[in-house]
């Protein structure tokens, strides 16, 4: 391309700074990613064709300078951290690169790289929505949410969230409205600019991408031969359908394109279930303010976390209600013995669960994936306990009625009929017989 | 429950390049040798777009016309990863007519445009150095019946002074779609422009985003620093603009 920059051109960053050009890392449609050195330091560099600065380029440079002064929001978001002076009709932002053994979700779409769990993607899922709903309760919103904007380690379920220069004040317009088949219908329609309701329609689909592999929308009407725009208009603005959608099947899956989710969809568990159907049913793609919220989603992904016990024989059950469910590849039932309930639902105690703080009643957005308990087990004897990790001291009462104190990093064990009271709500340890 | 690593790609439509291109005698030395080149790049560039592309499976069909039109792709459209570009070489006449029946022919759902996951509308890059040595009139009155070709986006270069600008408008059916030019170089690097844009549908836009022909080739006037001369200045009547597309919001397959 005309535009490329050449390995040598140097810069100079409004915030005190050089940036070397090294090579380039990759191409986009708004602009090309390299390879830098900033001050002593690999950096990336986002380059934008002059195409891509929109309309008004001036406010384009000036919302990404703010969003520098403002710092980012979270550690999961490859902020911008120092802005190019203008050169060459245009400019480009630095930013930390993409670490190791991340990948993007299009890789992932593609099967070039598997998560290694379901638990690996509910963590990933966990990550994109906490971050979004930081981003949001600060007042922002991301604007063009896409299979493009997402690293995720397939191990760890760890993301990074990239191209954040569309990022803005909800409600400000960049001119930049969005990634063909990952717009809310009504950015589609032209009726609305983006916003943050719109950015949860977009998360959502991503959501449903990584658990069933299927775009959301992308049913049997989507195999028509040739999907004209008047078509796509249909399908993703003024008639959109979810494949899974039991009171409208015209858009339902093809047994043989649609394997993933026929395979993935009725092994999910009824409340994941019904988010994805509140998250694309006719009222939420009609109403932006029907969408499930970033806590919503939080609420069933952590429950949906916790009730996932891997089996021996390497495949993962999801359980119910924290009972020994059989596994269904090998038919053994899950080695659940202990179960921890909640006063909405019960999760199997084993090891490695997680009490997250927003399964424990209304929190701050900061802490709602603070780990409040975890079950670990004892070195020497293999026995489980509750170990306590809010950081209070929690009220207990032990199978004899007596009531104790139960101090940080203390561990209660397992045992049936002990309760105690963490970030005000009681939780009763039960053995399953 | 399958695991997590049993499951299979996510599905996509397919995207189908096709480039039409003249190989007739007077693409003889630089013309031909340069198309060669530059092909040879947009093979490698789709090659990479191909991999990481997750919104459409990109396959390439070539045809070249000289005295008739042959298929360089015969089996239909392939896929990238399976691409290789074979060096043409030049020589004959300039058979349009017979390029637009042959394209004609096989831009049917029965022919190169049947998959169970269906199409995006195709894109079509027409080239040409001269004027047409047939009755090109009658085929492309023919194939604008064809739903396939009404709806693409097509875009032609016109290749050095002899090239009919008039022509290749008239095919494409938008003279704002052409690209004329004698210098090699420059249609080297538009050719690439164009087929790198055309294919990526991985990228953001604006309300007034479109993708047809015109749109590309202001596109790339905009980004690439290129001279005005390259435009084909053509009133509707000394041409055979092409009627815009009826609404389409059938979702039937009979036509296509």
Known sequence: MSE?????????????????????????????????????????????????????????YENIKQNIIRKTPSEEFLWPLDITEWAEGSFGYVMDLKPDGY??????MLCKVKFQSYRTIIDAALKIVSAFRVLHNAGYSYQDLNDGNFFIHPRTGDVRICDNDNVAPDGTETGIVGKPRYMAPEIVLGKNMPNSLSDRFSMSLILYILFCLNHPLEGRRYLTPALTPGLQRELYGSDPVFMMDPS?????????????????????????????????????????????????WLNVLTRFRSEIVPCPCGNEIFTQQGTRCPCDACGRPADVSFR?????????????????????????????????????????????????????????????????????????????????????????????? | MPTASERGPSPRKELHIFYVLDTSGSMTGTKISTLNHAMEECTQVLKTEAQKNGDAMLKIAVLEFNSGARWITSNG?????????????????????????????????????????????????????????????????????????????????????????????????????????SDLELFARLLRFVTVTSSMRNTSITPESAMDGKSIVADARRQMDIPDSVTVELKPEEYDPEPDPAPDDEWGEEKW
């Open chain 1, 248 to 296: 409208d099947q015209r858009n339902s899956p093809h047994p043989a394109v649609h394997a993933n989710t026929l395979r993935v969809w009725p092994c999910l568990p009824d409340y994941m279930q019904r988010i994805f159907l509140d998250a694309f049913g006719r009222k939420a793609l009609e109403k932006p303010s029907a969408r499930p919220r970033e806590i919503d």
């Open chain 1, 340 to 433: 921890l309930v909640l006063s909405g639902y019960s999760i199997p105690a084993v090891r490695d669960t997680r009490l997250y703080r927003c399964q424990l009643g209304t929190c701050d957005e900061k802490e709602a994936l603070t780990p409040v308990a975890r079950v670990v087990a004892k070195a020497d004897t293999g026995r489980l306990g509750v170990r306590n990790l809010s950081g209070k001291r929690w009220d207990a009462v032990n199978t004899r009625g007596e009531a104790l104190k139960v101090s940080p990093n203390e561990v209660i064990p397992l045992k049936d009929g002990i309760t105690f009271t963490a970030c005000g709500e009681t939780i009763t340890i039960r053995e399953n017989r």
């Open chain 1, 4 to 60: 490329a920059l050449q390995s040598g051109f140097q810069v100079k960053t409004l915030f005190g700074g050089v940036v070397r050009v090294n090579r380039a890392l990759g191409e986009g449609g708004q602009g090309a990613v390299y390879l830098v050195d900033y001050n002593g330091e690999k950096k990336a560099l986002k380059w934008f064709k002059q195409v891509g600065l929109g309309k008004k380029p001036e406010a384009f």
């Open chain 2, 77 to 181: 459209p392939e896929a990238m990863e399976d691409f290789e570009w074979e060096y043409l070489t030049a020589g004959g006449l300039t058979d349009m007519g017979m390029a637009l029946d042959e394209l004609n022919s096989k831009l049917h759902k029965s022919e190169f445009l049947g998959s169970m996951m269906g199409a995006y509308i195709p894109i079509i890059i027409f080239m040409t150095d001269g004027a047409a040595t047939d009755d090109y009139e009658g085929a492309l009155a023919e194939i604008r019946q064809n739903e396939w070709f009404r709806h693409s986006t097509k875009i032609g270069f016109a290749i050095g002074d002899e090239a009919d600008s008039k022509m290749i408008a008239s095919v494409v059916g938008d003279s704002e779609a052409v690209i004329k030019t």
């Open chain 1, 103 to 108: 990948y993007e979700v299009t890789d992932f």
